[in-house]
């Protein structure tokens, strides 16, 4: 998994990482209401697990919005 941050203007942090199919890769969005992004990288990685594998049943259910499997925090 390859994590990419991206700040967000309303005060929370979204964080986006690639998860891996195979040879392909697809792009996930994580919506935190951290106020930093070692906060949410550090949540990211406490739950990587459970949110990959959330991933990977919304992309084989179709859920996607414009290409990008959108997550927010458990």
Known sequence: MLIV????SDGGGTITFTLALGAARQICRLTTTFQTDKQAFNYL??????????????LASGELEDG???LSML
């Open 5 to 8: 941050p991206r700040a967000k």
């Open 45 to 58: 990685r406490k739950y990587r697990t459970e949110f990959e594998r959330i991933a990977r049943a919304r």
């Open 68 to 70: 990008v499997i959108a």
